[in-house]
């Protein structure tokens, strides 16, 4: 016989959860005790899920894609939702943690290295190559007066405009050969994320393409190694961040030697996962992750030099 009606949905219930919307038997007015029991429940639940998660991941190379694959979810975090916790946890730490270390352990510049690096003038003026002979220009306003002087076929395109405007913008801004790079770098590495977030589907499009004749794998199960082992890589140079500010700090040679070593340790770790997941000889597995590092190296340097040209454009 039903009791009560879920407080959700309105179906009546026939034990501790709701049979249509998955809603559990609480009352509708919570004690504070309550409150905190569930909030700490929430996190010892997702803590637990999280070291089974990482345990998988690294202690099994390959298994918890293929566990994902064969529906063995419940006890894992989702491959999206990890991916995003991880690299979220990256990019904050990159910012807020490592950034400011790295910036305190640098010696500070004396007032009259600082004078005499800033009062430093970039290589101007610039060469332009429209019209018959190379010109140069040393200013924006230089640069559109010669664009006055030329006929309609040979001047510069409005994008072309663009870039000697932002060209020189940035020279007046940073005069500082250094100073420009740092903010360069910085708003590169702010756009990352947004880069990733394109670049991660067209990774799993590459292995697709190399496993054509394999019809077991779909497309979204590219997709899922290829999130767990962005993950795997996040997690790595987190700790290899670590690793270099303790480089940094110290001064011993053995934490370079630690550093390069996790990261040899990665690249097996990727083709151990790499052959365990698409179930291959190592010695045809060795070829085809070749093949695929070459196709993901050429995406990522097109991504990266990409971020870094609208950097330049945006800072």
Known sequence: MPTKPCLNCGTYLTGN????CGQKDLPAKETIRALIGQFMGGILNYDSALVKTMARLFGAPGKLSTDYLKGQRARYIHPVRLYLFISALFFISLKYIFDPLEKSQQPKPEIEQTASTTSEEKELPLEINWGDSDQKVSSYAEFLAQQD??????KASDLEHAVVAQFFRVNEAYPNDADMSAVLLDQAVQMIPQLLFVLLPLLALVNRIVFFRRKKF?????AVFVLHLATSLFITLWVISWVDYGELAHGWVGWS?????LTLLWLVFYLISFTRFYE???KRSL???VWVGIGHSILLAIGFGTVLV??????
């Open 17 to 20: 959860f709701c049979s249509y």
């Open 287 to 289: 070829a085809l992750w």
């Open 280 to 282: 291959l000889s190592w």
């Open 218 to 222: 779909w497309y979204m199960d590219h």
């Open 310 to 315: 609208l950097s330049f454009l945006w800072i």
């Open 149 to 154: 002087s030329l006929p309609a076929a040979k």
């Open 257 to 261: 030697w630690i550093s390069n070593s």
